[in-house]
Nanobody
Framework: EVQLVESGGGLVQAGGSLRLSCAAS????????IGWFRQAPGKEREGVSCIRNSDGTAYNIHSVKGRFTISSDNSKNTVYLQMNSLKPEDTAVYYC???????????????????WGQGTQVTVSS
């Protein structure tokens, strides 16, 4: 069974940084794309960033461009989300998810993802 395990969440002050990790196992890593999603209390789940593991093609939503960087270490079957200049509105539970990679890159529609991690809490204080 496919496993995705997130780590790296925590409490940080506004302007600070965190690096989330998504460790994947039991599937052929470079055949998949990994997405990071977040859900804040009372809000819908939002796709944040994704990467196609085979070549590093990535996409970020506008609100995190220039602040968040997604990367993939295929030797470790791990995807990272480096989050800098964090804002209180980034507070949410962050989930990583996996989908079979597309020829066109990656997508941030949750329904397209087959496997999900358990989530890690990120809290940014003002």
């Amino acid at each position: 069974e496919v496993q995705l395990v997130e780590s790296g969440g925590g409490l940080v002050q506004a302007g600070g940084s965190l690096r989330l990790s998504c460790a994947a196992s039991r599937f052929t890593f470079d055949e998949y794309a990994i997405g990071w999603f977040r859900q804040a209390p009372g809000k819908e789940r939002e796709g944040v960033s994704c990467i196609r593991n085979s070549d590093g093609t990535a996409y970020n939503i506008h609100s995190v461009k220039g602040r968040f960087t997604i990367s993939s270490d295929n030797s470790k079957n791990t995807v990272y989300l480096q989050m800098n200049s964090l804002k209180p509105e980034d507070t949410a539970v962050y989930y990583c998810a996996a989908m079979v990679a597309s020829d066109y890159g990656c997508y941030l529609r949750g329904i397209m993802y087959d496997y999900w991690g358990q989530g890690t809490q990120v809290t940014v204080s003002s």
